[in-house]
């Protein structure tokens, strides 16, 4: 799988890893259980598709002069397990479990005719304490932005500006923004990278489209853990592709 880094939206003037002055109780001291830790990591990954009635950053409003991006800091995943769902596979960073519910197994079916519910994740791993999770949606595009015209690109929700509207939630910091197109047998595959950090939380999102469908893998970790494994978290992320 060849990939190829395009310009980047917003190089960033500082760090990718930058330290938080507000960082809350390290959490090998925090009563919290494993289930709770997840849920509250993987909610600042969900509140990315309300984001869209959101305002755009200031960081992306008003983006500096452009200059050459800097490379992405990523890892050889090869080695890594490769999950296989509908429609799309990612790679699993080693000692990542599987978290899905059997809810989320359940949902998208209907009875009697009811509509079906949608399923909340396509795919969802946690490292073994539940401080970093792996997850993948699906999502019609029309449900992230009101059109007439079913998508069929990620160029079709706008410009990678544009579409950071859809996915990094307003209040939010970003760190990086890029394009990258994966050479597939019939050409070059777009998809769009943000990294952000929101609530003391640092997440990356790699996101594509694919048939009506929008396919969004993200990373989320606390900052204090991304300092170590953010290498880890942004390449696993990066990892996605359609099928």
Known sequence: MALLLSSSLHPPTSPLNPKLNSLSTPLSNAVITKRQLIINTTTSFSIIFGAQ???VPQCLAQPSNPSKP??????????????????????????????????????????????AKPRPFAARFASTDGSEVLSVVIRPTNQLKITFLEAQEITDLGSIKDAAKIFVPGGATLYNARIIKIKEDEGFKTYYFYEFGRDEQHIAIMATVNGGKAIIAGTTAPQSKWDDDGVKLRSAAISLTVL
């Open 53 to 55: 009635q959101n305002p």
């Open 70 to 115: 800097s490379a992405l800091n990523i890892a050889n995943t090869k080695a890594w397990f490769q999950f296989y769902g509908d429609g799309f596979a990612i790679r699993v960073p080693p000692e990542f479990e599987d978290i899905m519910e059997p809810e989320d197994f359940n949902a998208g079916a209907s009875l009697y005719g009811d509509k």
